[in-house]
């Protein structure tokens, strides 16, 4: 091999360890990403579960929101 030989995959090499290096760091990003979310959707999960909860309880016990009034 002649030297821009060497110098030419040098070159490549570098380049494919900063992108390497970048894409690790999209990828660590990422990953907080979805750990943050994942905990978002356990937190609304839940909320949903508490407030389904209250839901039936308030159907159990007769107190609906929503009550018509009577026509006399």
Do not use: F
Not at 13 to 35: F, G, H, M, T
């Amino acid at each position: 091999m002649n030297d821009e030989r060497i110098i030419e995959l040098e070159i490549k090499a570098a380049y494919q360890e900063d992108l390497l290096q970048a894409l690790n760091q999209v990828v660590s990003r990422q990953q907080q990403q979805i750990e943050r979310l994942e905990a978002t959707c356990s937190v609304l999960n839940e909320r949903i579960k508490s407030l389904s909860a209250d839901g039936r309880h308030g159907e159990d016990t007769g107190g609906n929101s929503y009550e018509i009034p009577p026509h006399y």
